[in-house]
C-alpha cells in the first residue's frame, strides 16, 4: 500500500479528486465514442451504393404490416428489394443475391426483434441498428459474424445507456455505461463485467476510482464520500479489506 501511496498519481489523486471531474471526463468520453460510432456507420453506408437508413426506410414496407408463415420470396417490379418469408415466421425485406440476404435490409426475428442492419450471405455484418424486445435494449454499431463486435450504443427503454466496446455480444474492452438514475462507470469491462481498471460515480456525491474485479470494486482503489471522506486501499467484493488508509473530513487520519 506503501508503494501506491508514494505514486505521484496517487498522491494527486487523493488531494485533488473530484467526482466532478471524473463525471466531465466520462461524458467527454461517452461523446468520443458515440462520434467515432456515427462516422463508422456513415462511411459503410456510403460504401453500399450511397444508401442510408432513411432512404431504406423509404423504399422498404413496415415489418409489422406482413403476416405470412410461407417459405417464399417475392421480388417488386423495380427489383430494388425482395420479401422473404421464412416457415419459422421469420421475415426479411431487403436486397437479396443467390437466394440469401445480401446488402441493406430490414428483419423480424421469431422474438419480434427488428433488425436494420447490412447482410453478407444471411449474416450481419459492418454495422446494424437492432431492437431487442426482450430486453428493451437498441443496439446501434459494428457487427461481425452476427455478433456485436467493435464500438457500439447500447440504450434501454428506461434510461440506461452504454457507449463502448463489444466482443461477441458482450460488453468488452473501454466503455462507459450510464444507469437510469445517472449512477456511472467509465473504464475497463471483460466479458460483460466491469473488470480492470474503472471510475464510478454514483449520481449524488460519492465516487471509487481503482481496480474491478467481477463487476465488483476489487484490488487498489481510492473512495471518496460527498462530506469530505476518503479511503485508498485494498477492496475485496465491494468491500474494504487489508491495508488502508481512512481520512476524515477532519484532520484525522486512520491507517
Given at each position: 500500500i506503501n508503494e501506491f501511496i508514494n505514486k505521484n498519481e496517487a498522491k494527486k489523486h487523493i488531494n485533488n479528486y473530484d467526482p466532478k471531474v471524473m463525471n466531465k471526463f466520462a461524458i467527454n468520453q461517452l461523446i468520443k465514442i458515440q462520434k467515432k460510432v456515427r462516422k463508422s456507420i456513415r462511411e459503410n453506408t456510403l460504401k453500399a451504393n450511397n444508401f442510408n437508413k432513411d432512404k431504406i426506410d423509404e423504399l422498404l414496407p413496415s415489418l409489422n404490416i406482413i403476416n405470412s408463415t410461407k417459405d417464399k420470396t417475392i421480388t417488386n417490379k423495380q427489383k430494388d428489394f425482395c420479401v422473404r418469408y421464412y416457415n419459422n415466421g421469420c421475415i426479411y425485406i431487403g436486397q437479396m443475391k443467390n437466394n440469401k440476404c445480401n446488402g441493406y435490409g430490414k428483419y423480424k426475428t421469431q422474438e419480434n426483434d427488428l433488425i436494420l442492419a447490412f447482410f453478407n450471405n444471411n449474416n450481419i455484418q459492418d454495422y446494424g441498428i437492432i431492437e431487442r424486445k426482450n430486453t428493451n435494449s437498441i443496439y446501434e454499431g459494428e457487427f461481425n459474424n452476427n455478433a456485436f463486435n467493435g464500438i457500439a450504443i447500447e440504450s434501454f427503454k428506461d434510461g440506461a445507456a452504454y457507449y463502448g466496446q463489444f466482443k461477441n455480444n458482450k460488453?468488452?474492452?473501454?466503455?462507459?455505461?450510464?444507469?437510469?438514475?445517472n449512477t456511472q462507470y467509465q473504464?475497463?469491462?471483460?466479458?460483460?463485467?466491469?473488470?480492470?481498471?474503472?471510475?464510478?460515480?454514483?449520481?449524488?456525491?460519492?465516487?471509487?476510482?481503482?481496480?474491478?474485479?467481477?463487476?465488483?470494486?476489487?484490488?487498489?482503489?481510492?473512495?471518496?464520500?460527498?462530506?469530505?471522506?476518503?479511503?485508498?486501499?485494498?477492496?475485496?467484493?465491494?468491500?474494504?479489506?487489508?491495508?488502508?488508509?481512512?481520512?476524515?473530513?477532519?484532520?484525522?487520519?486512520?491507517?
Amino acid at each position: 500500500i506503501n508503494e501506491f501511496i508514494n505514486k505521484n498519481e496517487a498522491k494527486k489523486h487523493i488531494n485533488n479528486y473530484d467526482p466532478k471531474v471524473m463525471n466531465k471526463f466520462a461524458i467527454n468520453q461517452l461523446i468520443k465514442i458515440q462520434k467515432k460510432v456515427r462516422k463508422s456507420i456513415r462511411e459503410n453506408t456510403l460504401k453500399a451504393n450511397n444508401f442510408n437508413k432513411d432512404k431504406i426506410d423509404e423504399l422498404l414496407p413496415s415489418l409489422n404490416i406482413i403476416n405470412s408463415t410461407k417459405d417464399k420470396t417475392i421480388t417488386n417490379k423495380q427489383k430494388d428489394f425482395c420479401v422473404r418469408y421464412y416457415n419459422n415466421g421469420c421475415i426479411y425485406i431487403g436486397q437479396m443475391k443467390n437466394n440469401k440476404c445480401n446488402g441493406y435490409g430490414k428483419y423480424k426475428t421469431q422474438e419480434n426483434d427488428l433488425i436494420l442492419a447490412f447482410f453478407n450471405n444471411n449474416n450481419i455484418q459492418d454495422y446494424g441498428i437492432i431492437e431487442r424486445k426482450n430486453t428493451n435494449s437498441i443496439y446501434e454499431g459494428e457487427f461481425n459474424n452476427n455478433a456485436f463486435n467493435g464500438i457500439a450504443i447500447e440504450s434501454f427503454k428506461d434510461g440506461a445507456a452504454y457507449y463502448g466496446q463489444f466482443k461477441n455480444n458482450k460488453k468488452h474492452g473501454i466503455g462507459t455505461y450510464i444507469w437510469s438514475d445517472n449512477t456511472q462507470y467509465q473504464g475497463e469491462w471483460r466479458d460483460g463485467e466491469m473488470n480492470g481498471y474503472g471510475l464510478f460515480f454514483d449520481g449524488k456525491s460519492r465516487s471509487y476510482e481503482g481496480q474491478w474485479k467481477g463487476g465488483k470494486m476489487d484490488g487498489v482503489g481510492l473512495f471518496r464520500w460527498g462530506d469530505g471522506r476518503k479511503y485508498i486501499g485494498f477492496f475485496k467484493e465491494d468491500k474494504r479489506q487489508g491495508l488502508g488508509i481512512y481520512m476524515w473530513k477532519n484532520p484525522e487520519l486512520y491507517q
